[in-house]
């Protein structure tokens, strides 16, 4: 494949991904953190580099995989040249014949069995809770395939459960990050946005139209909210 710039610059918690030695990433990133556009970006460079492979990129439900990444998916191959996009089953192949395809974790079956070169599960927290340990990490065996989990917490489910295991495991690669952080580390135009969003959310908690459980879990990702 010839060589390619993609317009993708990463936030400054991305360059921890993108460098991760370990075959396993896990991210509890806030919410809009940019984990999405992140994990795409990183299976395609997989695809770029590596003839012939698949990645897929796996969200809480097939629907929720288009409306979240489908179009991130496409922005970012179009610089790509002989890039062909199926709509209808949400694939993208690359001129080197490799594939990166989006599918949701309510169907295992429509995974099981296909060879991965890496798999990024999103929203992890609301996934089925042994999509990950009884098929995508065999689809991973063939190739040693890396996988990527990311979400922000919805209470104390296997999400969390993951990474307070990774967290004591020199296997993982784990990536923690709450609304200061990027208010403090990154910028431009959506990280202001979300220093408004932020004072906004703030005066829903005490007009009561919020709860601090919620702020705390969206903004702080927080495992402790119900």
């Known amino acids: 494949m010839a060589e390619v710039t993609i317009p993708y610059k990463p936030r400054k918690w991305a360059q921890e991904l993108h460098e991760a ?19 795409l970006n990183h299976l395609q ?5 590596i003839p012939k492979s698949q990645t897929g ?3 809480p439900t097939y629907r929720q995989a ?28 690359y001129p080197n014949n490799s594939k990166l395809f989006l599918a949701g974790s309510e169907n295992p079956d429509s995974i099981r069995g296909i060879p991965l070169w890496g798999a990024a599960h999103d929203e992890y927290s609301l996934q089925q809770p042994t999509i990950f ?3 995508t990490s065999k689809c991973l065996a063939d190739h040693l395939g890396y996988g990527l989990f990311s979400g922000t917490p919805q209470g104390k489910n296997e999400f969390w459960r993951l990474f307070e295991s990774a967290k004591k495991s020199s296997d993982w690669t784990v990536i923690f990050k709450t609304i200061d952080d990027s208010l403090r580390d990154e910028e431009g135009e959506t990280i202001q946005n979300l220093r408004v969003a932020l004072e906004d959310d703030k005066r ?17 990702c927080s495992f402790n909210a119900s």
């Open 66 to 93: 288009k409306r979240i990444g489908w179009d991130i998916a496409k922005e970012m191959s179009y610089p790509i040249p002989g890039t062909d996009r199926n709509e209808s089953e949400l694939i993208l192949k």
């Open 45 to 49: 460079r997989t695809n770029c580099n």
């Open 204 to 220: 829903l908690v005490d007009q009561g139209l919020m709860t601090q459980d919620e702020f705390d879990q969206e903004w702080y």
């Open 57 to 59: 990129y796996i969200g």
């Open 21 to 39: 030695k370990t075959r396993w990433v896990l991210m509890v990133i806030h919410r809009r953190g940019g984990k999405t556009t992140a994990s």
């Open 133 to 135: 340990s009884s098929v």
